[in-house]
């Protein structure tokens, strides 16, 4: 037992002595330097090579942990959104001032889940430790350089079990208040802050605890919506995920049909030649409020999934469905993060997140908009003001390229908003039939006229 305390502690203490360590001194740059010379053999035949390693995803059983792309690196508040700013998971951030004090409760955190679990800290830790090969690989080289394979075991073992004992415990961990659980909570979601889920099975496998993928799924879902107000956790069915965001991304979007995705590839295909030809497919609209002035009304999906929109037009209204939108301050950072994992390698090439936020932020313009949502029941605002919702996927959406994901529901959209006659009418029954007192005035006005014309009727010679 004494044995085991050692093992859990020492890294703890090892890993944070001695001030900066070397992993985030390497961003500061010198001035610049002068490339030695190459000659052109040499040139031609790393050309030649090039291809060779440059799918990482090829290289290892289990994905890559990315960075955050360059393109985004320079982007205002980059920090803020990106970088841990109380606990460090993984490699990247490991070892910088600021995160030491949270270091130091992982290996309580480590003893109190190996305890429930009913496991012995050295079989885990030989587990880890066969595999520190497969896990070197899931990071950039110059970030793991520097560990040898049993410092980079012990951090890997202390992260996993700090990472499921913060599930298991719901986030309430003795020593943390409740602002800092909060923090921690979007820290687990940052992009350079993940481990692979491999590693977390690597812990969890053996462990004396029943349904523990189901504690997994019911944490990550509760970070989007409500339980109470969705499937149930069981039956949600989700794809083996290579970390805790990209869980995250498997839980907004749902499972996409077959059928529809078939589809959807069929339609794009054959008509991508026409519209190339002919003429380029242009949005007019601009946000909700005009889409209301067309006869596009809104309705609630009932789902959470950002896959779950739907358009059905009518003669002379339809009818958008939106899936369910829970905005508080979490909500930014991990959009932010989401959008920088599928702009990766390794990441799924459908760019569904970053094309429902492009689509989102052509529908939402300003605090209007917002409200309509509200109103609609599709949004819940839990920031308090609706103009600080439409600033934020403004923001989020600003600079992103659309990959058209929803370009079937767009042009459907469109189609119905260049009819002039449901503007027409639209704006007619919007003028004169917005309360329930105008069609009643209505009403009473054609039953009027119906009973004049009777009488009239009645009143002339031989009737």
Known sequence: ??????????????EVEGGQPSSWNCDQTEGPKREPEIEVEDWIG?????????????????PTIPKV??????????????????ISIGPYHHGKPHLHPLEKI???????????CQQRIEDVYQNIKSNIGTVRKCYDKNATIKYDDETLARMTLLDGCFILQFILCKGYIEVLREHEIRVVELDLFLLENQLPFGVLQLIFETANILSIKDKIKEFVISRITRLDEGPQVSKIQLEEPAHLLDLLRSALLGREKKQEAYAHRMRTKSSSNKESSSQVNWQSFRHISELKAAGIYFKPSGTWFLRDISFKSHF??????LPLLFIDHSTKPRF??????????????????TSFLCFLDSLIDHADDVKELRNKKILYNCLGSDTEVARIFNQIADGLVDLDVYKDVKDD?????????NTWIAEALHNHFSSPWTIMTFIAAVCVLLLTGVQTYYTIPGN
């Open 1 to 14: 037992m004494e044995k085991q305390q050692e093992l859990i502690m020492n890294v703890g203490e090892e």
């Open 46 to 62: 790393s050309v030649g090579k090039a291809k060779e390693g440059s799918t990482p995803s090829s290289q290892t059983p289990w």
């Open 69 to 86: 792309p360059h393109l985004l690196r320079e982007t205002k508040d980059f920090n803020k959104f990106f970088q841990p700013r109380l």
């Open 106 to 116: 992982k290996p309580l955190c480590a003893k109190e889940f190996l305890a429930a």
């Open 316 to 321: 002379f209204y339809a009818y958008l469905k």
């Open 336 to 353: 932010l993060n989401l959008v920088a994992y599928e702009m990766c390698l390794d990441a799924p090439h459908d760019y569904a997140v």
């Open 413 to 421: 959209i469109q189609k119905h908003y260049d009819k002039m006659v």
